[in-house]
């Protein structure tokens, strides 16, 4: 079992209240976060923005794998997640991953079920509960 850790701590109410993550690697540290970062456009994180991370990061990863196995090996992969807080649900309710690819030798047809493969089995795909969609390019 590999476990990674982030803390967050949280001063004062919902609204106007701040807070801090960190990360066990310190990548992370003492990043601010507030309801401004979150429904608004106030400097620093919010939770949206670190699961958008970790999706497209994840996903990424979990492609690159699955052409290696189909007998690729990308020479590029950009993932971009976006992570959609519907705030009247309370609730993340779709991660979009926008994919440009660079993966010599691949058809369209073999690049696009490697890519949904990847994107159904990517762990952070696995771990949401909301609607996951995926426009994958290859260039």
Avoid at 20 to 43: C, H, M, P, W
Avoid at 47 to 66: D, Q
Avoid at 72 to 84: K, P
Wanted: glycine letters at 8%; hydrophobic letters at 40%; one cysteine or more.
């Amino acid at each position: 079992m590999i476990n990674r850790k982030a803390t967050a701590i949280w001063k004062g109410t919902g609204k106007e209240g701040t807070g801090t993550i960190s990360t066990q690697s310190t990548v992370l540290e003492n990043t601010q976060y507030s309801f401004n970062t979150r429904f608004a456009d106030g400097k620093g994180t919010n939770p949206e923005e670190l699961v958008a991370a970790a999706h497209a990061g994840c996903f990424a990863m979990k492609l690159s794998f699955e052409l290696n196995a189909a007998g690729f090996t990308a020479d590029e992969l950009n993932a971009t997640a976006t992570v959609s807080l519907d705030p009247a649900k309370g609730q993340v309710v779709k991660s979009a991953i926008d994919l440009k690819a660079q993966v010599p030798g691949i058809s369209a047809e073999q690049f696009a079920q490697v890519a949904d493969k990847a994107k159904k089995e990517c762990p952070i795909s696995q771990l949401l509960n909301a609607e996951i969609t995926l426009n994958a390019e290859l260039v």
